[in-house]
């Protein structure tokens, strides 16, 4: 290679190079949040708490993206900004607890009916557009779960929906890990045209007798080689681990949130005499289009439900499905939360919510709970977010006009304190991401 052709090929490798680092540069800083959390007061709101009622001309005293103080005034030091909002409504950040974006076509490893050391996280697509809508529509935080081909799923993922952060930031810190299981038509139709187990309803819990037996066996033996570990005896033998078995044992320890896909009455009584058999607990009944009609049962079982407002008669378990039935099953002491489980009701779920009033007669304290409080119990995460009190997450959302009406929109709606959506800002509304959200980056 002549000179000139090497100093040619220098020059291109050092201009590549420089496009590299470009690149990388304008990533990092699409990826790093533009605005920090920050110290501010929202004055002269209405306040729909979710914890203890409406507040009028209330005050909101954010500080370290935490919620400091709340209450018809607050006190703040006298240079921290403070935004008058003239009475608009202030709500929680809106929680799904049903929720498939962002997962693509990695939502069922149906290869076999029993998977729960499948991962969500690792299927999770932090670049969807989706998040980027749910969090338009006044969404904080989701439950990704697992779907519905199998008996027991894999475990779940929770995400703020920080879109325009990296994924590790989305992933909801602390949240305890939930897993899916499902009953009914869909798990028997999809192993049932393999002509494999299972094909029927009796299939279906033959499976998970089976696979909790077995479990049972591998808790024991792990439970006495650490006995003896503990003892000091050094000729103990560790038993094989098998991450399958584990993540059953880890059910029936109590450390996974089982989160049960179901329809039929009938069903809620075997998944309950199921759980009552092996010791774990049910977190939550979802879809539970048929908890009407065993509301007493499931209050009792202590699960909550996530559920449609009125979406009926999409299959055939789904016939005898009521619009009444989340307020029926509330009026019997069942928590209730009201889910999307599509990539398009989970920008108004502020309005499936409002439906309960029509049908039932749910109050607006109670309509707002079944989309911030009581969804942040089924994930865990209750503790940290779902209501506006003192030490929480600031995870709120400000509101153009009545929040239960078919006419509002989310103006602003921050996570964690900081501005993630701001409806008046040019474009796409973001802060924080300076691309095109339906292009993806």
């Known amino acids: 290679m002549s000179f000139a052709a090497r100093a040619t090929w220098s020059r291109t490798l050092l201009l590549l190079f420089a496009l590299a680092m470009l690149a990388a540069t304008l990533s990092a800083?699409?990826?790093?949040?533009?605005?920090?959390?920050?110290?501010?007061?929202?004055?002269?709101?209405?306040?729909?708490?979710?914890?203890?009622?409406?507040?009028?001309?209330?005050?909101?005293?954010?500080?370290?993206?935490?919620?400091?103080?709340?209450?018809?005034?607050?006190s703040a030091p006298g240079n921290v900004q403070s935004v008058d909002v003239n009475g608009a409504y202030v709500t929680p950040g809106i929680i799904d607890p049903h929720s498939h974006m962002a997962l693509d076509n990695d939502v069922n490893e149906a290869t076999s009916p029993v998977v729960p050391h499948m991962m969500m996280k690792d299927a999770f697509n932090y670049t969807d557009k989706m998040i980027y809508r749910a969090l338009a529509g006044g969404v904080t935080s989701a439950l990704l779960l697992h779907g519905s081909a199998d008996m027991i799923g894999g475990q779940a993922v929770v995400i703020k929906t920080k879109f325009g952060l990296s994924r590790d930031q989305m992933l909801f810190p602390g949240a305890p890990q939930s897993i899916k299981f499902a009953s009914g038509e869909n798990p028997k139709r999809v192993f049932g045209e393999k002509g494999q187990l299972p094909s029927t309803r009796m299939g279906n819990f033959e499976v998970m007798r089976e696979a909790f037996i077995q479990a049972q066996e591998y808790r024991r033996e792990w439970d006495e080689y650490n006995a003896k570990v503990q003892k000091g005896d050094k000729d103990a033998k560790m038993p094989h681990r098998d991450l399958k078995l584990e993540a059953l044992a880890d059910i029936l320890r109590g450390k996974l949130l089982v989160q049960i896909h179901i329809y039929r009455a009938d069903e809620f009584l075997t998944e309950i005499a199921l759980a009552n058999e092996f010791g774990y607990k049910i977190r939550a009944f979802h879809h539970a289009l048929e908890a009407y009609k065993v509301p007493d049962e499931v209050a009792k079982s202590g699960?909550?439900?996530?559920?449609?407002?009125?979406?009926?008669?999409?299959?055939?378990?789904?016939?005898?499905?009521?619009?009444?039935?989340?307020?029926?099953?509330?009026?019997?002491?069942?928590?209730?939360?009201?889910?999307s489980d599509s990539e398009d009701y989970i920008r108004r779920l502020n309005q499936e919510a409002a439906k309960t009033i029509r049908y039932g007669g749910a109050t607006e304290d109670e309509a707002i709970k079944m989309i911030t409080i009581n969804p942040a119990w089924i994930m865990g995460i209750d503790d940290k977010t779902g209501s506006i009190d003192v030490g929480k997450d600031a995870d709120l959302v400000l509101w153009n006009s009545y929040p239960l009406s078919s006419y509002a929109l989310a103006d602003k709606v921050w996570i964690d304190g900081q501005l993630f959506f701001d409806r008046s800002l040019p474009g796409y509304g973001m802060p924080n991401y300076k691309s095109d959200p339906e292009?993806?980056?």
């Open 439 to 441: 292009e993806g980056r």
């Open 303 to 339: 699960a909550a439900i996530a559920t449609f407002s009125d979406w009926w008669g999409y299959k055939y378990e789904a016939f005898d499905a009521i619009p009444w039935n989340a307020v029926m099953a509330m009026r019997h002491g069942v928590r209730v939360a009201i889910k």
């Open 29 to 74: 800083q699409s990826a790093a949040p533009a605005n920090p959390p920050s110290e501010f007061v929202i004055k002269n709101a209405t306040i729909l708490t979710a914890s203890h009622g409406r507040i009028e001309h209330g005050s909101i005293y954010v500080k370290n993206g935490k919620i400091a103080a709340v209450g018809t005034s607050v």
